[in-house]
């Protein structure tokens, strides 16, 4: 399908979906050139709107904004923000229906999310909601040269969006441009029938999680692929997402491609946070977030570092205000030469090797088990380990929904999935701690981890 026709493509496609999605992109491409002070007022004019939507329609925000002596007219300052106190995780969870307004838009949908974190977590969202995020990725994605409808391959696949893979589905991406090659589950044969099929394709983007395309790369390159071949063939960017991109796999991944890797950050249930520009800044989507820092341990303002506390300003559906995040970061405000007024973020930490390498030599991404672990109702927390190769460990800390075979389910799609000969257990635990710097690792596996240091 050339470019034009699939843009046209997904214009109705949002259209037919209630979502204004192409016209919140126009207001969005100016607005990153505007003045601070403007897009200020814009933030404290929606800031008042989504206060008094909250008050107004869901009885959890009522509680709050009565319990700390809030007037719903009374923000004045983007400063009134900091009187609220902080939404945890926790709370989402167990509030969830009471902070939904449910009339607020069209196609209400209850969706999980499919983020960095392994809490699972449920929320809601509506065709309102779903544009604001599609038009500020088709944004990010115009920084680094890509504009919709042209060929762009995901690199994905979670079970259930394959399993979703009938026609209508397989039409709609052939009508927008969208491939889709099954990053769950790599092994030497794999990366060679991808590597062949990206190169009829043709795409001009490829976009997948960092640990992937790491594989992908350290894969192809021991079986001699010529990854910077695709470059031939029209491939002009990698984008990434999900998960954290350290510098020395957007190095490996870029030199093996020969092209750029630009990453984006977001939280399904708070929007899309960070999308880098051409020159590597993951600018922040001021127009539709409020970002604070905090300390995680005080919960006091910082100004460095700090836990990042989002608020969402235009998810009228189900109001995020000052939600704790859980990931660390460093905002800045120091003007970046592409011209973009719009602020920054950088991720602190990084995480080391996030698979399970199986007996027969599969390496499965942890993505794969944060699916598993999500399709079994009442999994709050879990984590992978492997220490020892053929012993899969899968720790669970569960509340009042897991069912009395939820054990059993948990091994037998982890079986399915590894398709492998490795011992699985399932430990029930009371909590799952996070690792030093303040992230969850859903896979810990000293088997991969050594594997990657002598391949
Ligand atoms: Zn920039």
Known sequence: MLPPLARTAFRIHERLLGRRSFAI????????????????????????AIVAAAYAHTPYWREVIDGCGIRPQGIRSLDDLRRFPLLEKGTLRARRDEM?????????????????????????????????????????HEWIGIRR????????????????????KRIRDWLVNDGLTNGFALTPELVARYFDYWMRWRPRCIFGYPNSLRLMTLIGRAQGIDLAA?????????????????????????????????????????GLIGHECALATM??????????????????????????VVTNLVGMVMPIIRYRTGDIVTLSDVPCPCGRTLGSLTISGGRVAEFIVTSGGTWIP???FIYICRSVPGVVKFQVRQDTPGEIRVLLATDANF???GTEQVVQKARQRLQSDDHVTVELVDDIEP?????????????????????
Do not use: C
């Open 366 to 368: 942890a993505y794969a």
């Open 403 to 405: 069912p009395p075979d």
């Open 25 to 48: 992109l126009d207001e969005l491409r100016e607005s990153a050139a505007w003045p601070r002070q403007r897009r200020a007022e814009l933030q404290l004019e929606r800031l008042q």
């Open 435 to 455: 690792a030093p710097s303040g992230k969850y690792r859903p896979v810990v596996s000293k088997v991969a981890e050594d594997r990657l240091k002598s391949p």
């Open 283 to 308: 600018h922040t989507m001021d127009e539709q977030l409020l970002l604070e820092t905090i300390d995680p341990r005080t919960l006091e303002p910082v100004d460095g570092e700090g836990e990042l």
């Open 230 to 270: 695709l470059k031939g063939r029209g491939l002009k960017v990698i984008s990434t997402t999900s998960e954290m991109l350290t510098q020395h796999d957007r190095q490996l991944i870029a030199g093996a491609f020969g092209v750029p890797v630009f990453d984006s950050y977001g939280l399904r249930e708070a």
């Open 149 to 168: 409808g042209e060929r762009e391959m995901y690199f994905w696949g979670s079970p259930v969006e394959l399993s979703k893979q009938d026609r209508i």
């Open 100 to 140: 939904t307004w449910r009339a607020a838009g069209r196609r209400l949908a209850l969706v999980r999310t499919s983020g960095s974190t392994n809490e699972a977590l449920q929320f809601y969202t509506n065709s309102d909601r779903e544009a604001q995020i599609n038009a500020a990725r088709m944004r990010g």
